[in-house]
């Protein structure tokens, strides 16, 4: 199992940027795909999930309305608008690999979207909002 995150770098504020995560060893109907950043300092934060057997998909209030996930076969897309300084991070992505509702197992919710239940993570790509 292997994630690889591309896409990042130095944008302005109000700009946009695409983010990858190509995945090999594992098919998304077996499991969701998280991003998750991590600011200097700061505790790993969960941004947004992608359940594609399931069709659904789970944006943290800091980012929703401007960012969107979506996936073809082998790989995960996060695209980001209307980025602020605030979203300057490393960007990983990880897919699931504990249960945490067995009632629904790979539902994209806020309590899914913690670290704990991801794994395979990727080397991570540096994203960074000038003002």
């Known amino acids: 199992v292997q994630l690889v995150e591309s896409g990042g770098g130095l944008v302005q504020a109000g700009g946009s940027l695409r983010l990858s995560c190509a995945a090999s060893g594992f098919s998304f109907d077996d499991t969701a795909v998280g991003w998750f950043r991590q600011a200097p300092g700061k505790e790993r934060e969960g941004v947004s999930c992608?359940?594609?057997?399931?069709?659904s998909t789970y944006y943290a209030d800091s980012v929703k309305g401007r960012f969107s996930v979506s996936n073809d076969k082998d790989t995960v897309y996060l695209i980001m608008n209307s980025l602020k300084p605030e979203d300057t991070a490393v960007y990983y992505c990880?897919?699931?690999?504990?249960?945490?509702?067995?009632?629904?197992?790979?539902?994209?919710?806020?309590?899914?979207?913690?670290?704990?239940?991801?794994?395979?993570w990727g080397q991570g790509t540096q994203v960074t909002v000038s003002s």
């Open positions: 992608i359940s594609s057997k399931e069709g």
């Open positions: 990880a897919r699931q690999t504990r249960i945490q509702d067995p009632w629904r197992p790979r539902t994209c919710t806020s309590s899914l979207l913690r670290h704990v239940f991801f794994g395979s």
